[in-house]
């Protein structure tokens, strides 16, 4: 107990005592039992903060009462922590070595001895109110400040008196013969009580060191009478009552018979300004009569609260003499009997702090990597709750959403309001279409692509005219030596040996006259639906689209009220539709952050209350999810009743026929334009296709010019040695050096020059086969050719067919898989002349040309394109 001389006497709680502990030893043992060694040493940092704190608690109270405060915080804090992840008990899997021995705060003869957390906690919830009353009476209450902190310090002390009383008082003292009553659930209430009073007692205080009305004051000082008067109810009955010192209880009396009494001096003072002399008299007896109740229980008292009781009495006394005289003489009211008086009216200033909030233990970081299944199994099903809740609610706003949709397209809006503004819209599928022709550059891109084929059939045309222009000119020269040598020219004519390439060349150039044909179906057919398809061309295509007109006559000019109003439900249900986005956002955002395992790691009572208080809080959400979808639904019922009024003011009927029949046009003209579309596509992919089998065929008979010219030089020498008596070798086994790779000969005899000797007749060879000669080293010349022989060969080039027009109608990919091989350049199976075996020759296979197959599908075999009937590649 402490006393202040300057003001009333208030009372602070001593701190209880303990003896020393070792939790560290037990705690590392507990994790490297059932956790690692590795894991306690991660943990080296929070067992010696544990080890600290139990050793601060252990020291004498040198500190200040502020320190001694914060440490039992943190401490506290750090026991909800131990308790949710080190089961302390005698039982042999737990912590079983630890024992918290506290002593008695009011007889610290008395002591109790746990093995477990509870009493440990008890012990320092108590301390902590304890440090507060003291924090309290050690502010300098003649100051405003002064006053001010004393009593928050005094309403916190409360606060931790009744924490303790509702969690853990219970838990310290059920199921252990050695308790003591300092942390029972009695003394808590009691001493909650106290410290409110003295907390009330604060602002009494106040408000009569400010001159504040007698009535405020009397309400006031009788709520501090209340508080007192409770506070000794409890002392007075068992166990209590056997446990304090008597001057605490008497203290706790004479406290609540001073304030008692000074109400009722309030009071008088108030009555007395009223005139209300009769109830005055009355008010004054009763505070006299507890006064001289009370000073009967003085012993062990301090003395300022007696004085203050004798200072009281007489003033009391001077004013009812006062008050009596003048009822005598001028008012001469009864006075009423004390006990019939009502109860004087109190009012409370004060109440417990709340220290949920103080003492959570939720954000503790200490120990955060040792979490136990019970926790774990907890959250699961914490978790299972919440998504129930957020699947359900989610439902139910995708389900008005939907909803939303189908009425609103039943009733095709806003589409019809868009009509009516000019603002008309296509469907998705008929956009995307008309999209995706105007990005492929639309009907009036068909210019170009028809441009495109007849560039590419000019280019044609000309690959084809080149190659009939070698072969001719092959043939001419041929035909010359002929003329000139006579029967010694011994090698096959031209013409035997490229009747293969001049039949396929034939081929060619049926393909190309058909293919000119099917370039003009698709010219007309471009002319002859170019009105249709303009349509598409139409920037945006929403202009070809009919609008809504408005009535030609109105009687009363309604319409625009009738628009106005379904105007404003639109609105107002997009507003709604925002709100059901925002609530699911707001349900998802909600559950990411709901981490609740650091609560129930700390939660010291039953996982069913934690979740019951932690799932309240999506209430509120599901209320505002249930409320939109209700207004919803008597949105839409006014909605169709808007429309149906909006529907026959402006004959929306006529207006949907004509809107039916531009889908319709739109997209008869995306048919066509597809159409002809694809026409062109197959068109460009034949041309390049042929001109590729073109380049191939010109390819083939550069090489049979190439080859026929390095032969004719040959054939000139052979020729020139015979004439000049020069032969070295027997006419049928006679035979060559290859070309460029000439062996050395033996000097001739003959006055002729070396070299070949043309006749006097002949003429000179042309610049082309010397052209040819000069080629370095030229494919399959590797080697000899052999002494001519066996003229029956079959005729020059292979058979595989020119690639046909191309027809729309076939069907099939036009190139064949990837799996294939491609085919091998081929070996001419013809040599140029009898005797012959060059490196072109191949006795065995042969091979199809290695120009790309037609782009379509067709059956094989050679067939003349000109006798496949006026088709084409043109679809009907």
């Excluded at 509702?166 to 009553?181: P, Q, R, V």
């Excluded at 460009?684 to 080859?707: E, G, H, R």
């Amino acid at each position: 107990m402490a006393a202040s001389s300057a003001m009333n006497v208030m009372l602070a709680i001593h701190e209880k005592k303990t003896v020393s502990v070792e939790l560290y030893r037990p705690l590392r043992n507990y994790i490297c039992t059932h956790y690692s060694e590795r894991e306690a040493q991660n943990l080296e940092d929070d067992l010696q903060i544990v080890k600290q704190y139990r050793s601060d608690i252990e020291k004498s109270s040198t500190d200040t009462p502020e320190i001694r405060r914060d440490l039992y915080q943190s401490y506290f804090k750090t026991l909800v922590v131990l308790e949710s992840r080190f089961p302390i008990s005698p039982d042999k899997d737990h912590v079983n070595s630890i024992s918290f021995i506290w002593y008695d705060a009011f007889k610290t003869k008395l002591k109790a001895s746990q093995q477990n957390i509870h009493l440990e906690k008890a012990a320092v919830l108590f301390n902590l109110g304890a440090v507060y009353s003291q924090i309290a009476l050690n502010a300098d209450r003649s100051s405003a400040n002064g006053l001010k902190v004393a009593c928050n310090m005094f309403m916190a002390s409360a606060g931790v008196f009744a924490y303790l009383r509702d969690n853990e008082s219970m838990k310290a003292t059920t199921g252990s013969s050695s308790n003591t009553l300092d942390v029972s659930v009695d003394c808590a209430g009691m001493l909650e009580r106290l410290m409110l009073a003295q907390a009330q007692e604060c602002f009494f205080e106040k408000v009569t060191s400010e001159g504040r009305g007698p009535g405020l004051c009397s309400k006031v000082s009788r709520q501090v009478a209340i508080f007192y008067e409770d506070a000794f109810s409890a002392l007075n009955l068992a166990p209590l009552n056997q446990h304090f010192d008597r001057s605490w209880v008497y203290h706790v009396q004479l406290k609540a018979a001073l304030f008692h009494a000074e109400a009722c001096y309030r009071s008088g003072l108030e009555l007395h300004a009223k005139e209300e002399i009769a109830e005055e008299i009355a008010r004054l007896k009763s505070g006299i009569s507890t006064l001289t109740e009370a000073k009967k229980y003085t012993k062990g008292v301090a003395q300022q609260v007696v004085d203050s009781i004798n200072r009281l009495e007489v003033m009391m006394n001077r004013n009812l003499e006062t008050a009596v005289k003048e009822n005598n003489r001028v008012y001469l009211m009864r006075v009423p009997a004390p006990d019939s008086l009502p109860p004087l009216p109190a009012h409370s200033l004060v109440k417990p702090t709340p220290m949920g909030e103080v003492l959570d233990a939720s954000k503790e970081k200490m120990f955060a990597s040792l979490v136990p299944d019970s926790s774990f199994k907890a959250l699961s099903r914490y978790t299972e709750m919440v998504d129930d809740i957020i699947r359900t609610q989610a439902e139910k706003l995708q389900q008005g959403s939907e909803l939303t949709r189908v009425r609103l397209k039943e009733m095709e809006l806003p589409e019809s309001i868009l009509a009516l503004e000019g603002n008309s819209c296509l469907p998705v599928d008929i956009k995307e279409d008309v999209e995706a022709v105007q990005i492929s550059g639309g009907p009036s891109g068909f210019e170009a692509e028809l441009q495109q084929l007849k560039d590419l059939s000019r280019v044609n045309h000309e690959l084809l005219v080149q190659t009939e222009e070698l072969l001719q000119k092959e043939a001419r020269e041929d035909a010359q030596f002929r003329t000139q040598f006579g029967t010694r020219w011994t090698r096959p004519q031209s013409s035997t040996l490229t009747k293969n390439l001049q039949e396929r060349l034939s081929r060619f150039a049926g393909n190309l006259k058909q293919a000119a044909d099917s370039d003009g179906r698709i010219e007309r057919s471009i002319r002859d639906h170019a009105a249709l398809m303009e349509i598409l061309d139409r920037q945006p295509i929403e202009s070809a689209l009919p609008t809504l007109a408005r009535p030609i006559m109105s009687l009363d000019a309604g319409e625009d009220a009738v628009v106005g109003a379904l105007k404003h439900s639109l609105r107002h249900l997009e507003t709604l539709g925002a709100q059901r986005a925002g609530l699911e956002d707001m349900l998802k955002e909600m559950k990411r952050k709901d981490d609740i395992l650091p609560k129930l790691m700390t939660s010291p009572g039953s996982y069913d209350d934690l979740f019951r208080k932690e799932i309240a809080k999506y209430d509120h959400v599901c209320e505002e999810i249930a409320q939109n979808i209700d207004a919803q639904e008597h949105l839409l019922v006014k909605i169709q009743a808007q429309n149906d009024e909006f529907a026959a003011l402006f004959n929306l009927e006529d207006y949907k026929a004509s809107r039916e029949k531009s889908y319709k046009q739109i997209q008869a003209a995306i048919a066509k334009f597809r159409e002809i579309k694809e026409n062109i596509n197959e068109g460009l992919k034949f041309y390049v296709t042929l001109q590729d089998a073109i380049t191939n065929v010109k390819q083939q008979c550069s090489d049979f010019v190439m080859t026929r010219s390095i032969q004719c030089r040959e054939m000139m020498e052979e020729v020139q040695r015979q004439v000049a008596g020069l032969s070295f070798q027997d006419g049928k086994n006679h035979s060559y050096p290859p070309v460029g790779n000439q062996q050395p000969q033996a000097p001739r005899t003959s006055s002729m020059p070396p070299g070949p000797q043309i006749p006097p007749n002949s003429h000179p060879q042309a610049p082309y086969y010397h052209q040819s000669m000069e080629q370095p080293g030229a494919h399959g010349y590797a080697r000899p050719p052999p002494s001519y022989g066996n003229p029956q060969q079959p005729p020059y080039g292979n058979t595989q067919q020119p690639p046909p027009p191309y027809h729309l109608q076939a069907t099939g990919s036009p190139y064949p898989p990837p799996s294939q091989p491609q085919p091998q350049q081929p070996e001419y199976g013809q040599p140029a002349y009898p005797g012959w075996r060059g490196p072109y020759y191949n006795a065995h296979t042969q091979q199809p040309a290695s120009h790309p197959p037609p782009p379509y599908g067709v059956p094989p075999g050679p067939y003349p394109p000109h006798q496949q009937g006026p088709g084409g590649y043109y679809k009907q």
